[in-house]
């Protein structure tokens, strides 16, 4: 799917508002008030948030479909939040308190790395299921839409 602007993007995607302007607003993944179009056709996006990072790009998104970054940036979100989230009983994960209060590294630190955990429960095959036929889809997609163009 092509989309004409950031909007629409964020609309789809992320299921939230932002304005085409270059005023500093709402993230759409952090929900924060740092985030900023920019560009001169405001086609480009970043979160300023040290938590966050986001960084869309309009060119990227409607024809850059790579499989290898999806399943990167899918693998490291799920490892992010796996670290950063309670356990069934409301505590932290003994891999954050281990990071934390043994090895003294900062939950900043933290957050700004890396660094994830992936449960033994993960399963892989499941996670991505569907992503292989929806990424060939897309690739499909924009190559039609390209011979379309020309």
């Known amino acids: 799917m092509s989309y004409k602007n ?17 005023k ?4 759409p993944e952090c929900k924060k008030k740092t985030f ?15 938590a966050c990072g986001l960084h869309l790009n309009l060119n990227t998104i409607n024809y850059g479909t790579d499989p290898a970054i999806e399943m990167h940036e899918r693998f490291s979100k799920f490892s992010k939040e796996n670290l ?4 069934w009983q409301g505590y932290d ?9 043994k090895r003294r590294v900062s939950d900043l630190a933290l ?10 429960e993960y399963d892989a095959d499941k996670e991505t299921e569907g992503l292989f036929e929806e990424l060939n889809q897309q690739i499909k997609e924009e190559t039609n839409e390209g011979r ?3």
């Open 84 to 87: 950063f989230t309670k356990d």
């Open 6 to 22: 950031l909007k629409e993007y964020c609309t789809s995607k992320y299921n939230a508002v932002v304005e085409m302007n270059n």
């Open 24 to 27: 500093k607003q709402t993230c």
């Open 36 to 50: 900023q179009l920019y560009d001169d056709r405001l086609e480009k996006g970043k979160c300023f948030h040290p």
């Open 93 to 101: 994960r003994r891999a954050y308190l281990y990071a934390t209060e």
């Open 148 to 150: 379309k163009e020309n």
């Open 111 to 120: 957050r700004l790395s890396d660094v994830g955990v992936i449960l033994k």
